[in-house]
Antibody, heavy 120, light 107 residues
Framework: EVQLVESGGVVVQPGGSLRLSCAASGFTFDDYTMHWVRQAPGKGLEWVSLISWDGGSTYYADSVRGRFTISRDNNKNSLYLQMKSLRTEDTALYYC?????????????WGQGTLVTVSS | DIQMTQSPSSLSASVGDRVTITCRASETISIYSNWYQQKPGKAPKLLIYGAFNLQSGVPSRFSGTGSGTDFTLTISSLQPEDFATYYCQQSFKTPSTFGQGTRLEIK
């Protein structure tokens, strides 16, 4: 059974930094592209970033490019999101998601999310 | 960025009804459209990928059609567990983008 467990969400001040982690199990982690998706309280889904199976390709939403960095450690079956220069609008539940592996990017397994609150 | 516009934003229907939700892309995305269901307090669930492919384990009352800019999600006969919010997503180019969501409520 695929399990994705996010951690690292806390309350942080505007301008601060944070690193989220996602521990993966139940599948061959280094075979799959991985994603971060976020959801602000009471709002819709926003795709944040993806990283290819080997970490060689990364992509970002315009709203986070230059401030967030996605990475992975295939030896530890872990996905990360380094967040800096945080803004109040970054407040959201952050989900880690596994790519289905078909052409195009669709997310077939999701964690339960970790809450990031940016507030003074 | 490609914008995905869903309609309607909300919908009231009864158990047994046939329901269709549409999603329009701001430019052509071939068949790179996916659909998700999200229930309150839960993570999203993949229903349809590649416009019309039913994800494993998803009931056959869910179906997807479309290509280019216009896509639909149809639920052939609503069941009580289908009342949720539905999102489309384009995966044709980055940044990937979601529609704003369609909230399906019990009439």
């Amino acid at each position: 059974e695929v399990q994705l467990v996010e951690s690292g969400g806390v309350v942080v001040q505007p301008g601060g930094s944070l690193r989220l982690s996602c521990a993966a199990s139940g599948f061959t982690f280094d075979d799959y592209t991985m994603h971060w998706v976020r959801q602000a309280p009471g709002k819709g889904l926003e795709w944040v970033s993806l990283i290819s199976w080997d970490g060689g390709s990364t992509y970002y939403a315009d709203s986070v490019r230059g401030r967030f960095t996605i990475s992975r450690d295939n030896n530890k079956n872990s996905l990360y999101l380094q967040m800096k220069s945080l803004r109040t609008e970054d407040t959201a539940l952050y989900y880690c998601a596994k790519d289905l592996g078909s052409s195009g990017w669709s997310m077939d397994d999701w964690g339960q999310g970790t809450l990031v609150t940016v507030s003074s | 960025d490609i914008q995905m516009t869903q309609s309607p934003s909300s919908l009231s229907a009864s158990v047994g009804d046939r329901v269709t939700i549409t999603c329009r892309a701001s430019e052509t995305i071939s068949i790179y459209s996916n659909w998700y269901q999200q229930k309150p307090g839960k993570a999203p669930k993949l229903l349809i990928y590649g416009a019309f492919n039913l994800q494993s384990g998803v009931p056959s009352r869910f179906s997807g059609t479309g290509s280019g800019t216009d896509f639909t999600l149809t639920i052939s006969s609503l069941q009580p567990e289908d009342f949720a919010t539905y999102y489309c997503q384009q995966s044709f180019k980055t940044p990937s983008t979601f529609g704003q969501g369609t909230r399906l409520e019990i009439k």
